[in-house]
């Protein structure tokens, strides 16, 4: 049988706890072994004969050196047999893990499609929808007017002709390029930057008008849509409301059971605490933030 996310990060919990046992037995074996001398002193018997000093290692000392050596390999034996324990664990753990981030992320893609199509169908059967498309064209397009517009004055202005000085000048230079001189031209590009002036207003103005237009054709379009949305998202509510309010409950249940215990028994901590800080309580006599948010949606016209 296929194993869910739950059961996934159950078992990588009880591998998690196992890995930690295991480092904590290794860290308290290598204390141990830390605390074993290297040697000990030997017990000597010292006696002169014939004037030489001869030291004597007696049994006992052989004994306790051999007894200390032992343990150090038996040490050493427990601390390898537990670390050759720990990587597979480890090993375990990051490939469930692997396994819950797939689940999560086919979960993730499954939901987004899900509402991906449920906002596409939405979309596409609202009427308003070519009405904001219209709008938000003409007004991409009067933008596009405005700035080639305010580009090609700011160019005339930013580089005003240069009048020549005598006719005789000017005689040359419509010889040499075969275009009017400056001094001939002053009244066509003053002509032409009076109409660009008028050209900007009358763009910026424009814009402005279609920009609340099209603000507004988006507000009405946008409300068609969530409108047509309103069974996904009156699901989703109906989910949250029903969830909560069984977290809620259950969330008194531990609370009534803990007080009744300490009652009963005379100190409620010595039972852990069951509840989750996120969770409010429900109280008779107050209206939590809980209930707030159920007079909200049912304002909104949702049957919760």
Known sequence: MKRTELDLDREILRLVDERMALQAQVADLDRELQLIPTSSPLETAISLSEGQLRIAVTDKSRLKTATREKRISDLKSQIGERKSRIKPLADQINQLQAEVAKLRADSEAKRHGRYLSAVRVAVEASPLRQAYREAADRLANLRKQLVNTQSELDRIQANPPKAADTAEERAQTLVKTGQLPAAEMEATVEARTRVLISRVRTLERAVAILEGQALQAGREFRTDVVERLRPAM????????????????????????????????????????????????ANPNQHSGFDFWLDAQRRAGFAV
């Not at 969330?251 to 100190?267: H, K, N, P, S, Y």
């Open 234 to 281: 009156e699901g989703i509510v109906q989910a949250i409301a029903a969830g909560y309010a069984q977290a809620r409950e259950a969330a008194l249940d531990a609370t009534v059971l803990r007080a009744t215990f300490g009652a009963q028994c005379g100190d409620p901590d010595a039972m852990p605490s069951l509840t989750y800080r996120a969770i409010q309580v």
